[in-house]
């Protein structure tokens, strides 16, 4: 089981790599008036927004790997695994904001990215302190 756990942790990780690199794209994109830097940013997002996806599948696999192997369970798992599932819709968020760029349909602002790029940092933080201290 330190295999999976071992996977589990190096995809979450590489998930949120994507997770927290692609607002920062988004925030640029909000703020690029430059055709070609726009398309530019666009083919790196969408790039991104793919390989991100490849790494959560493993990331949320793994993850159902542990649960389902050592039977864990508590208060803090069922807090955790809402915090997985606002993570999953902020992966999706990402998606949508992408496509709202690539049909130059963006409405909203530099800084409302710069905030919304800070949800996954806030996630992790709650995330890592329910699988570490497990305070219920």
Not at 49 to 54: D, E, G, I, K, L
Not at 68 to 73: A, R
Not at 90 to 112: D, I, M, P
Request: hydrophobic residues 60%; aromatic residues 16%; positive net charge.
């Amino acid at each position: 089981m330190l295999w999976v756990k071992t996977f589990h942790l190096l995809f979450v990780i590489s998930w949120f790599a994507g997770l927290f690199y692609m607002p920062r794209i988004l925030v640029n994109l909000a703020m690029e008036d430059n055709e070609t830097s726009y398309a530019r940013l666009l083919l790196m997002a969408r790039k991104l927004y793919r390989f991100m996806t490849v790494l959560a599948v493993p990331a949320l696999v793994f993850g159902l790997w542990l649960w389902l192997g050592y039977g864990i369970s508590g208060g803090w798992l069922h807090a955790k695994l809402v915090l997985v599932v606002l993570l999953i819709g902020y992966h999706h968020a990402c998606g949508s904001l992408l496509k709202k760029f690539e049909q130059k349909r963006n409405t909203r602002s530099h800084v409302w990215f710069r905030w919304f790029n800070e949800v996954p940092v806030l996630v992790l933080f709650a995330t890592l302190i329910l699988v570490v201290l497990k305070p219920f």
